[in-house]
């Protein structure tokens, strides 16, 4: 294999995180994670929302390891093994002269690797931190591993992993198709625009206070399938069209289609979860105040300025149609939803730049906002009630990170640093 003292050789990588605006819910094969209809995402801004990868390998390893965010995990999931395979299947000879390492295509399958993982976002939050984490896992291991196939079928591979993880080998608006084939073979994401197409879309996230133990995705979802009449309903007759007015919505940035599209389909969804027997509850109390308040907002205009969606916990996602409407909506969620500390700079996370522009630069200035005109009782207020907000906009798909910085895994010793 390699010659010389033992070495390590690593990649590292970064991944970003993604939203579905046409939901993916319920599967038709666990194993392989295959998907009852097609589904459509937004990536988001890695600055944002992302996770980075290091992964290494050596000789001198005597058994695969994981580090999450600086803690080491049981790296026993199936999930893991999953992609871990079907990546060391695809590897390929790699060599690296100036340090005499030359490890053959079939060496691959003895050699181990360490993995250490970050997000760049909290864990706890709810916010599709495997989606980021599969993808970037599987590109980075593709990386190291010199493997050659396209993003699609790195995306298949990342499906495997978490499902929504196939949508985040993208950056834009990014299609899952569902497929036909029976191994999954032609169950993969594609790229509909990349992120420059709609670029004035702006995403705030309300990270919503909540101490429930949310069901997980995984579980809920095969909840759904075995129990819900609705979802054979939503599956086979409804997502198809949708999926088709959404691609054209995008295509032509017509927001308004964008908006009623996004909306009903993370209803629909959440309806889904509560024809689940027994039925599952995502959203809670503060969440459906967000509805209410885009939906009078929209309504008051008479088209829609804001775009709703939740996945499976309370935390909205918002996407306002340019940075003016935005300005508009961040006025009314900090007066709907005031900091309970008196720290704007941990309340509003993220592009610091859209802040800013929505001319909100402290919490004197918060306290002075006007009621919202559409609101029927102004004086309602609920302070604490979301956590934090991040703002952020369409961002890139994964990239490889060069530099040493960036390595969250030490050369010398192999371990997370
Ligand atoms: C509500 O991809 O987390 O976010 O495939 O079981 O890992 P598994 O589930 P996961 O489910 C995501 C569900 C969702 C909707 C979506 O992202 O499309």
Same mark, same amino acid.
């Given at each position: 294999?390699?010659?010389?003292?033992?070495?390590?050789?690593?990649?590292? !990588?970064?991944?970003?995180?993604?939203?579905?605006?046409?939901? =993916?819910?319920?599967?038709?094969?666990?194993?392989?994670?295959?998907?009852?209809?097609?589904?459509?995402?937004?990536?988001?801004?890695?600055?944002?929302?992302?996770?980075?990868?290091?992964?290494?390998?050596?000789?001198?390893?005597?058994?695969?390891?994981?580090?999450?965010? !600086?803690?080491?995990?049981?790296?026993?999931?199936?999930?893991?093994?999953?992609?871990?395979?079907?990546?060391?299947?695809?590897?390929?000879?790699?060599?690296?002269?100036?340090?005499?390492?030359?490890?053959?295509?079939?060496?691959?399958?003895?050699?181990?690797? #360490?993995?250490?993982? =970050?997000?760049?976002?909290?864990?706890?939050a709810g916010l599709a931190s495997s989606a980021a984490g599969f993808a970037c896992l599987v590109f980075t291991l593709g990386k190291l591993m010199n493997v050659n196939e396209d993003y699609g079928e790195l995306s298949s591979i990342a499906r495997q992993?978490?499902?929504?993880?196939?949508?985040?080998?993208?950056?834009?608006?990014?299609?899952?198709?569902?497929?036909?084939?029976?191994?999954?073979?032609?169950?993969?994401?594609?790229?509909?625009?990349?992120?420059? #197409?709609?670029?004035?879309?702006?995403?705030?996230?309300?990270?919503?206070?909540?101490?429930?133990?949310?069901?997980?995705?995984?579980?809920?979802?095969?909840?759904?399938?075995?129990?819900?009449?609705?979802?054979? =309903?939503?599956?086979?007759?409804?997502?198809?069209?949708?999926?088709?007015?959404?691609?054209?919505?995008?295509?032509?940035?017509?927001?308004?289609?964008?908006?009623?599209?996004?909306?009903?389909?993370?209803?629909?969804?959440?309806?889904?979860?509560?024809?689940?027997?027994?039925?599952?509850?995502?959203?809670?109390?503060?969440?459906?105040?967000?509805?209410?308040?885009?939906?009078?907002?929209? #309504?008051?205009?008479?088209?829609?300025?804001?775009?709703?969606?939740?996945?499976?916990?309370?935390?909205?996602?918002?996407?306002?149609?340019?940075?003016?409407?935005?300005?508009?909506?961040?006025?009314?969620?900090?007066?709907?939803?005031? /900091?309970?500390?008196?720290?704007?700079?941990?309340?509003?996370?993220?592009?610091?730049?859209?802040?800013?522009?929505?001319?909100?630069?402290?919490?004197?200035?918060?306290?002075?906002?006007?009621?919202?005109?559409?609101?029927?009782? /102004?004086?309602?207020?609920?302070?604490?009630?979301?956590? =934090?907000?991040?703002?952020?906009?369409?961002?890139?798909?994964?990239?490889?990170?060069?530099?040493?910085? #960036?390595?969250?895994?030490?050369?010398?010793?192999?371990?997370?640093?």
């Open positions: 294999m390699a010659t010389g003292a033992q070495w390590v050789l690593t990649a590292t !990588g970064r991944s970003p995180t993604n939203i579905a605006v046409i939901k =993916y819910w319920g599967k038709r094969d666990d194993a392989l994670i295959l998907p009852v209809n097609d589904s459509i995402s937004v990536t988001l801004d890695p600055d944002h929302l992302s996770a980075t990868t290091t992964v290494a390998a050596s000789p001198a390893f005597p058994s695969d390891r994981m580090w999450l965010n !600086g803690k080491e995990i049981a790296l026993s999931g199936g999930r893991f093994q999953s992609c871990l395979r079907e990546i060391r299947k695809r590897a390929r000879d790699v060599e690296d002269e100036k340090r005499g390492i030359k490890i053959k295509k079939e060496d691959w399958e003895k050699l181990h690797v #360490h993995i250490a993982s =970050y997000n760049n976002f909290p864990t706890a992993g978490s499902g929504s993880a196939c949508r985040s080998t993208y950056g834009g608006f990014v299609k899952w198709c569902m497929g036909k084939n029976d191994d999954g073979s032609d169950s993969m994401a594609v790229q509909l625009v990349d992120e420059s #197409h709609w670029d004035d879309l702006v995403i705030i996230i309300a990270v919503v206070s909540s101490k429930q133990k949310e069901t997980s995705s995984t579980s809920g979802m095969r909840d759904t399938v075995e129990t819900s009449p609705l979802l054979q =309903y939503r599956a086979q007759t409804v997502v198809p069209g949708r999926i088709l007015k959404m691609e054209e919505a995008i295509k032509n940035r017509d927001f308004e289609s964008f908006a009623r599209l996004t909306c009903v389909d993370s209803n629909q969804f959440h309806a889904v979860c509560l024809d689940t027997s027994p039925p599952i509850f995502y959203m809670n109390d503060t969440s459906h105040r967000i509805i209410s308040l885009v939906e009078k907002w929209n #309504h008051s205009e008479g088209t829609p300025h804001v775009a709703y969606t939740f996945d499976a916990g309370p935390n909205a996602v918002l996407i306002a149609r340019n940075r003016k409407t935005d300005t508009l909506l961040l006025q009314r969620l900090l007066y709907c939803f005031p /900091p309970q500390e008196n720290d704007l700079d941990s309340y509003m996370v993220g592009d610091k730049s859209i802040l800013s522009g929505a001319g909100v630069q402290s919490i004197a200035d918060i306290e002075a906002l006007p009621p919202p005109p559409e609101m029927k009782t /102004p004086n309602q207020k609920f302070k604490g009630d979301v956590s =934090y907000f991040i703002c952020s906009r369409p961002g890139a798909g994964p990239k490889v990170l060069t530099e040493e910085s #960036h390595t969250l895994i030490d050369s010398a010793t192999g371990l997370a640093k």
